[in-house]
């Protein structure tokens, strides 16, 4: 007795340490998150979505504790008393499952902030992230899970006898957060200049794709901990303590399976639309094909998480352009097609691509069905309500001016890549540059090219091989003779006719400004239309702040 006590005791440490573990790896999802929308955002709106997914699980954990699941607990016909604030047996057990909960509400939640990108007031989001983790969420546990964890049952149960089946939420977070961003979206109206007045898309392309393929990776890294953690390693019960290896094994081989095709399916649709595999919806892809997989990857076949992972990915195209040329919505970060429709498909899918499947197929495929049209149902009207009320009293979105300046500096203060520091700093009011004129001009010439960004280091070189080696360089960008181009977002070709080049700036006083000239010209010249243009400008004066010279001796 005293043995197997021991040996149950360390099962269920072994336990907790699991569930512990892939929590925190769900958690890191947040930076995944943070990342992948950041990316796909203007400059100017990148801090406002960090400080989103920061406040997403700062103020939703907190609600999620002391409201969402003693609501939870209401709504599967449980007292609220079981609540884990009201834990006061000093055994604190429900704190892990508490926690283990709150990392899957809070992923449902942070979706919402891709929708809405670059136009919702930070207030108006977090006030719907509090109702989400306060009400809307727990609603869709009572529907499916019973209570907390991945227990099937609730009011779909009821309703058709057979339980709805979603191994790690794949229509109970994800599902339920593209709907929720998708509704959010269309209450909201889309960003500025997002449609012509005869309803023609304008491209709107996010500011770095590196940010959003990493942040992909990252997501894909944590989605190990939603799919392959529910697994439990171990399994403790009153007959014995079992190891459940089987399941983990099938579990990261059709989630890893799904994974590869989403991005595969996605690529190959882009493609055929376009001609060209568009990174960002491989990227996009490879989500949901993961979406599509986590509702079923314990049951379903080798074959069927190809299947179900090449469907997931190759819908997303197809869906985003209907999102966005049908149904007029600017789904900024295309949360819909990634987590809505991909979880809806993975969901709809279990009776059909399951190894094991205990039910008939009919009766399969009517719990799913009626328990995706409950959480679509209850998710889009209770989202459409609480947007509503904030537009109503003019607090879901930010003022015009504000949106046209970026929501980094009217909701924050701040700028995320500020290039000459905080203009509002107060100086000395300059130098006056009237007292510096003097007679017969100075001497002093200015040489100003703008080249091609890769001949910058020939450029440095040649003037350096002149004795001219001081000059200023800046990364800008514009148009003279070079021909426009064609840039792609999401398979939508825009036209880019601003090119990025580099500007240099070389003063010069004791060598000939034709030298400079000469030397810029042979050293950033290619032959083709958009190697640029060298300016020669005369300079009234100049000073050296350092020692006060003036004139060609400053220089």
């Known amino acids: 007795m005293i043995l197997q006590s021991d040996i149950t005791a360390v099962a269920q440490a072994v336990s907790d340490t699991w569930i512990l573990t892939v929590t925190f790896l769900i958690f890191f999802m947040h930076a995944g998150f943070a990342m992948l ?44 008393s079981n609540a884990p604030f009201l834990d006061t047996g000093g055994a604190f057990s429900q704190y892990i499952s508490w926690l283990y909960g709150a990392v899957f509400a809070m992923t449902a939640a942070t979706i919402v902030s891709g929708a809405v990108a670059g136009r919702a007031r930070l207030r108006a ?41 979603d191994f790690a939420g794949g229509m109970i977070v994800h599902g339920l957060g593209g709907i929720a961003g998708l509704t959010a979206a269309w ?39 939603f799919n392959v953690g529910t697994a439990s390693g171990i399994n403790i019960t009153d007959s014995g303590i079992t190891a459940n290896s089987g399941v983990l094994g099938q579990v990261a081989m059709t989630t890893t399976l799904a994974m590869a095709m989403g991005a595969v399916g996605a690529g190959a649709v882009s493609l055929l639309k376009n001609n060209k595999v568009d990174t960002l919806y491989v990227a996009n892809g490879l989500l949901a094909g993961l979406v599509g997989i986590t509702a079923i990857p ?58 094991d499947l205990g039910p008939s197929i009919g009766e399969a495929f009517i719990a799913q069905f009626v328990g995706v049209v409950m959480i679509t149902l209850w998710t889009v009207s209770a989202t459409a309500l609480i947007w509503a009320v904030l537009k109503a009293v003019g607090q879901a979105r930010v003022a015009e001016d504000h949106e046209r300046e970026g929501l980094d500096i009217s909701e924050h203060g701040v700028e995320t890549y500020p290039e000459f520091g905080d203009a509002n700093v107060a100086t000395d009011g300059g130098v006056k540059t009237h007292d510096l004129r003097t ?30 080696p001081s000059l200023t360089v800046t990364n800008v960008s514009g148009r003279g003779s070079q021909p426009a181009k064609k840039g792609q977002w999401r398979g939508e070709e825009y036209t880019v006719d601003l090119h990025q080049k580099v500007k240099i700036e070389c003063v010069v006083a004791d060598i000939p400004a034709d030298d400079v000239v000469q030397a810029i010209a042979d050293a950033a010249g290619t032959g083709e239309p958009g190697d640029g243009k060298v300016f020669v400008m005369p300079v009234e004066d100049a000073l050296q702040i350092r020692t006060g010279k003036r004139g060609p001796e400053a220089v």
């Open 187 to 225: 209450v909201l109206g889309p960003r500025m200049d997002k449609y012509d007045r005869d309803g023609t898309v304008n491209v709107i392309p996010g500011h770095s794709m590196t940010f959003a393929v990493l942040g992909t990776l990252m997501l894909a890294f944590g989605w190990y901990g």
């Open 37 to 80: 929308e950041s990316g796909q955002v203007r400059s100017k709106n990148v801090a406002n979505q960090l400080t989103k997914n920061l406040l997403t699980w700062s103020v939703g954990v907190v609600v999620f504790f002391v409201i969402g699941v003693g609501l939870a607990n209401v709504f599967s016909g449980q007292p609220f």
């Open 298 to 355: 314990n049951t379903t076949t080798w074959w069927g998480a190809i299947l179900v992972g090449s469907l997931a990915g190759a819908q997303l195209p197809i869906v985003f352009e209907f999102v966005e040329k049908t149904l007029k919505i600017d789904d900024v970060c295309a949360v819909f097609p990634v987590h809505g429709s991909a979880g809806v498909l993975g969901a709809l899918a279990y009776p059909f691509v399951a190894s």
């Open 439 to 468: 007679d017969g001009g100075s001497g002093i010439e200015m040489v100003t090219a703008i080249v091609r960004p890769d001949k910058l280091g020939e450029v440095k070189q040649s003037l350096a091989e002149i004795e001219a």
């Open 125 to 165: 989001y977090v006030t719907y992230t509090f109702l989400l983790a306060a009400v809307i969420y727990p609603m869709v546990l009572a529907m499916t899970w019973t209570g907390q964890g991945t227990e099937s049952g609730g009011l779909v149960e009821v309703i058709t006898g057979t339980p709805f089946a």
